[in-house]
């Protein structure tokens, strides 16, 4: 198989499809989904076997046990499948809302349309669930997708991909609207990330390295996720029960997400009194802690110094560095400094205090008074999400249906013309 | 001077700028556009004897006549800066409007607000007034910018650049928020595109190939405007006196704007009707037409016989090519194949009809009943504008205050948790 023929040929049907689905409407693009699900769960049995080989091959590579579970699929995963295929059924369709609608003095009515990218090219690793997850939020804003999974689960995403083709026949819709790339040479990544004329969009899916060397390579445009370097700031106007229970919870719900605390931030006044209650929560959930001077002066020896890397670095893993700041311009300073403009929260009961968070720190999402963790499309109300943007242009933070659209003009006139 | 080693001194000054500017509130905003356009008009005279430097130098060169004239700085054409930076005071402040807010099943409450960019950097040609209304953009929508003009603008430049920071310290703002870069030598371009840590946008204005290549070589996002190929489809059921006035005036209001028609889409059933007519007209104004088969039997051997290299040619000229459409279809499929996706139009009575020409046509401005020519900031109520997109991820057609900032999500909590 010559790789440039072939993506090239994929890319030309993605294009002429994403024309179709453009006009397709709401209804034959909900019984697309429908029918995927009910085609997902039909298969639940083949979907499992083909997963099988993929595993039996990944175990036979030796992949890292992390890999193979996220590799998986069982009865419940593919349940889940088709769930968040009727979940996304269930959304309101973003293409055609328009808005803004206002006379200019020429007499012309402009406004906004909401409108699909076209082609939206999927990168992402070994976890054949998005498979099912980023072609039913690609069908449902109207566009074609080129998903490309990792190879490790090949079977899988080529047997989900059967189910997903299948709804699309089942609703009239055409086929090449969903393609998963049927080759596992990498070189077929290099070609969707430089296929200016038939992909819109580009979104990588994976590890930093990942998604670093796509962004340095791709001639079209990326959505991308880099890090997740979120922080909790405690305020010394901070409801201390709520401190205590946001604090623990950014950290400790899930180790490994994006949205999980890796550095909290204590107002110097409030420092003494919150810190050795959370320390020790912290550590019977066996965290680490690497704190400043003066969380160490606190809390003793037990806290690992912290260094300026550990103020830059997503952990992903049990471990939290502390500093304690002399206000609120100090914290501030050091979210937009060292994070990573994804998630961050304050704890605070002042009015102006909160308001100001909100407004300076310059990240995806800004709380007050919630956990970080809750920076996800499904808590948003997304449905799935294609992912999370990090970038500052199109979408940032959680990124449903509305990022994968954008709004074009529309000129109503009366025959018009310009003098 | 070391080109790499200034730049990033610009590029950190500018961050640090932008922090700044990204909690301005909006009358340190607008106390600053105004004084920029009182120094401006004060300064009348001295702009003008620095842009005669310019004009010397330029001349001597041997510069173009167009691109002396755009160089040109006179009385006229300083007043219009400083009316330009006055107007973009008016305009309301973007920069924290906040909407969406609603309660989600876990009791945060969840919304949008509208933040800068951060640092914008803008590449552009020999027009002097490019700098105080970029300038006043940025500003505006709380961006720093670093302000890349043409060499043959620089003391021009450098002036306008005075008269901006003089407004900037007048309103207690940081005179780094705009920067306008102080050396002609071309590596200064390479370094402002691949600046990721310090610039977050790019916009290039100027020729295709300037812009291409930028976009080729950009590390940071670009917002780009390339090919303005667009349209005028007559439908057979227009009214021939709209159908006459638009066809007209989107052709020959000005020939080198990016607005101006290039093809003409005629349905079959009106061709022989309304060409006759509209060719009289063109032939009076010195506009060169160019026709598929149809149009020639129906115009004759004035027409020169037009190949596809005319169908996807943004001439930019008084050149006009004709095609005769079977129907909707045809003209639908012509203008999302050959066409730039920058601005379309149809003249139709049927609703059904404009209907589908604006759901399907593909591009950044479509428009029912009305010239081409209204597509640009002025005409749409944006203020200046920092340009035209044709890009479909952030920005698409004219891009104003809003396109210069991006929204992120605000949580409001009172203690939520996940579990």
Same mark, same amino acid.
């Given at each position: 198989?010559?790789?440039?023929?072939?993506?090239?040929?994929?890319?030309?049907?993605?294009?002429?499809?994403?024309?179709?689905?453009?006009?397709?409407?709401?209804?034959?693009?909900? !019984?697309?989904?429908?029918?995927?699900?009910?085609?997902?769960?039909?298969?639940?049995?083949?979907?499992?076997?083909?997963?099988? $080989?993929?595993?039996?091959?990944?175990?036979?590579?030796?992949?890292?046990?992390?890999?193979?579970?996220?590799?998986?699929?069982?009865?419940?995963?593919?349940?889940?499948?088709?769930?968040?295929?009727?979940?996304?059924?269930?959304?309101?369709?973003?293409?055609?809302?328009?808005?803004?609608?206002?006379?200019?003095? &020429?007499?012309?009515?402009?406004?906004?349309?909401?409108?699909?990218?076209?082609?939206? #090219?999927?990168?992402?690793?070994? @976890?054949?669930?998005?498979?099912?997850?980023?072609?039913?939020?690609?069908?449902?804003?109207?566009?074609?997708?080129? =998903? @490309?999974?990792? &190879?490790?689960?090949?079977?899988?995403?080529?047997?989900?991909?059967?189910?997903?083709? $299948?709804? =699309?026949?089942?609703?009239?819709?055409?086929?090449?609207?969903?393609?998963?790339?049927?080759?596992?040479?990498?070189?077929?990544?290099?070609?969707?990330?430089? =296929?200016?004329?038939?992909?819109?969009?580009?979104?990588?899916? #994976? #590890?930093?390295? =990942?998604?670093?060397?796509?962004?340095?390579?791709? @001639?079209?445009?990326?959505?991308?996720?880099?890090?997740?370097?979120?922080?909790? /700031?405690?305020?010394?106007?901070?409801?201390?029960?709520?401190?205590?229970?946001?604090?623990?919870?950014?950290?400790?719900?899930? /180790?490994?997400?994006?949205?999980?605390? $890796?550095?909290?931030?204590?107002?110097?006044?409030?420092?003494?009194?919150?810190?050795?209650?959370?320390?020790?929560? /912290?550590?019977?959930?066996?965290?680490?802690?690497?704190?400043?001077?003066?969380?160490?002066?606190?809390?003793?020896?037990?806290?690992?110094?912290?260094?300026?890397?550990?103020?830059?670095?997503?952990?992903?893993?049990?471990?939290? !560095?502390?500093?304690?700041?002399?206000?609120?311009?100090?914290?501030?300073?050091?979210?937009?400094?060292?994070?990573?403009?994804?998630?961050?929260?304050?704890?605070?009961?002042?009015?102006?205090?909160?308001?100001?968070?909100?407004? $300076?720190?310059?990240?995806? &999402?800004?709380?007050?008074?919630?956990?970080?963790?809750?920076?996800?499309?499904?808590?948003?109300?997304?449905?799935?999400?294609?992912?999370?943007?990090?970038?500052?242009?199109?979408?940032?933070?959680?990124?449903?249906?509305?990022?994968?659209? &954008?709004?074009?003009?529309?000129?109503?006139?009366?025959?018009?013309? @310009?003098?």
């Amino acid at each position: 198989m010559n790789v440039k023929e072939y993506m090239e040929r994929v890319g030309r049907q993605a294009r002429k499809a994403s024309r179709v689905l453009a006009r397709a409407d709401t209804r034959s693009k909900n !019984a697309a989904l429908q029918a995927m699900a009910d085609a997902i769960e039909r298969d639940s049995d083949a979907l499992i076997a083909a997963n099988m $080989e993929d595993l039996n091959a990944a175990r036979k590579a030796g992949l890292a046990e992390a890999l193979i579970d996220r590799l998986t699929l069982t009865g419940k995963t593919v349940r889940g499948m088709a769930d968040g295929l009727r979940q996304i059924a269930a959304l309101p369709d973003p293409v055609g809302e328009m808005d803004g609608f206002s006379y200019r003095p &020429s007499g012309i009515q402009l406004g906004k349309m909401r409108v699909p990218l076209g082609v939206v #090219g999927i990168i992402y690793e070994a @976890r054949p669930n998005v498979t099912a997850d980023a072609a039913g939020l690609c069908l449902k804003s109207g566009n074609a997708t080129i =998903l @490309r999974g990792g &190879s490790e689960a090949f079977h899988s995403n080529q047997a989900i991909a059967r189910c997903v083709q $299948e709804g =699309l026949r089942a609703a009239g819709l055409p086929a090449e609207a969903v393609q998963v790339v049927e080759t596992t040479d990498r070189a077929a990544v290099g070609e969707l990330i430089t =296929l200016t004329e038939h992909v819109d969009v580009v979104v990588p899916r #994976g #590890g930093k390295g =990942l998604i670093e060397r796509i962004s340095r390579e791709a @001639r079209v445009p990326v959505i991308k996720h880099l890090d997740g370097n979120c922080h909790v /700031y405690i305020d010394d106007t901070a409801n201390p029960d709520k401190a205590f229970d946001i604090a623990l919870n950014a950290k400790t719900h899930r /180790y490994g997400t994006c949205n999980t605390m $890796e550095t909290l931030l204590v107002h110097a006044a409030f420092a003494e009194f919150i810190l050795p209650r959370l320390a020790e929560a /912290y550590w019977e959930k066996g965290v680490e802690l690497r704190g400043c001077e003066r969380t160490r002066a606190i809390l003793g020896d037990r806290v690992v110094p912290a260094t300026e890397d550990d103020w830059a670095t997503e952990y992903l893993a049990p471990i939290l !560095a502390i500093r304690v700041v002399k206000d609120l311009d100090e914290a501030i300073e050091h979210i937009n400094q060292f994070g990573s403009h994804h998630t961050d929260a304050i704890v605070s009961e002042d009015y102006g205090r909160t308001r100001r968070f909100l407004r $300076e720190v310059d990240s995806a &999402s800004v709380m007050v008074n919630a956990s970080t963790r809750f920076a996800d499309g499904f808590e948003y109300g997304l449905g799935a999400e294609i992912g999370i943007s990090t970038d500052k242009i199109h979408a940032r933070g959680p990124v449903g249906l509305e990022g994968l659209t &954008s709004q074009k003009w529309i000129v109503l006139g009366d025959g018009q013309i @310009r003098s």
